[in-house]
C-alpha cells in the first residue's frame, strides 16, 4: 500500500468549475482592461474583443450560480454599461474527417 503525498505549495484544492457561460459585455464610458480582470476573477477563462451589440465576451466557469452571480455584479462595478449571460448546455466540437485510403 502506498502513501498519499501532498506536493508543497497551497494545501487547498483548487473548486471544481462545473457551470460553464460566456458573458456579453457592453463598455460603460471606459473599456474594460481585460487582463485586470483575468487576474482578479478566477472564473473568468478567456475572452474576445468584438465589435457589435456587445464589445467583450468572456468564457467563464464556475463553481455554482452564487459564484455566477458575483462575476456579474463584479463586472458591472467594474464599469460595464450591460453584461449578459448565457449558460452553456454543452461544447460542440466539429467531428475530424475520416481519411480514406485513395483506390
Do not use: K
Not at 458573458?23 to 468584438?50: C, K, T
Not at 464556475?62 to 460595464?80: D, F
Not at 449571460?85 to 466540437?93: E, H, M, T, Y
Amino acid at each position: 500500500m502506498s502513501a498519499l503525498h501532498l506536493a508543497p505549495g497551497d494545501p487547498r484544492p483548487e473548486p471544481a468549475r462545473p457551470l460553464h457561460a460566456i458573458a456579453r459585455v457592453g463598455y460603460g464610458p471606459v473599456p474594460l482592461d481585460f487582463d485586470r480582470l483575468a487576474a482578479e476573477i478566477p472564473a473568468v477563462q478567456s475572452g474576445l474583443a468584438l465589435a457589435g451589440e456587445a464589445d467583450l465576451e468572456l468564457r467563464l466557469a464556475c463553481t455554482g450560480p452564487a459564484e455566477l452571480r458575483a462575476v456579474s455584479a463584479a463586472l458591472l462595478r467594474a464599469g460595464a454599461a450591460h453584461v449578459h449571460v448565457d449558460l452553456v448546455l454543452r461544447a460542440l466540437v466539429p467531428a475530424r474527417a475520416a481519411l480514406r485510403p485513395v483506390p
